[in-house]
């Protein structure tokens, strides 16, 4: 079993910055991906980023140039830093792992950005 904890976010003005970490903790071995989801009011969760095991990364379109992620396997910890951040950037984000042929989410973590 793979628990999954959130923190880092908040409100910040449009331009502005936030880093979002999440902490993996539970009984398990190297875990494959770890990544980020989010979900904005009446639309569906998508996918942010995520990174393997063994660092290749994968963002979406949207935020390519403007998000990093990162992870430390000793620590069991992804983190997503986010720049240059828009208002269609709010949203519930989520940390996600994929352990043993099986998803684990974290309970999300709200973003807003606004003026």
């Known amino acids: 079993q793979v628990q999954l904890v959130e923190s880092g976010g908040g409100l910040v003005q449009p331009g502005g910055s936030l880093r979002l970490s999440c902490t993996a903790s539970?009984?398990?071995?190297?875990?494959?991906?770890m990544g980020w989801y989010r979900q904005a009011p009446g639309k569906e969760r998508e996918l942010v980023a995520r990174?393997?095991?063994?660092?290749?990364?994968k963002f979406a379109d949207s935020v390519k140039g403007r998000f990093t992620i990162s992870r430390d396997n000793a620590k069991n910890t992804v983190s997503l830093q986010m720049d240059s951040l828009k208002p269609e950037d709010t949203a519930v984000y989520y940390c996600?792992?994929?352990?043993?042929?099986?998803?684990?989410w974290g309970q999300g973590t709200q973003v807003t950005v606004s003026s």
């Open positions: 990174i393997s095991s063994d660092s290749s990364t």
């Open positions: 539970g009984s398990f071995g190297r875990i494959g991906l």
């Open positions: 996600y792992a994929w352990y043993s042929f099986k998803d684990y």
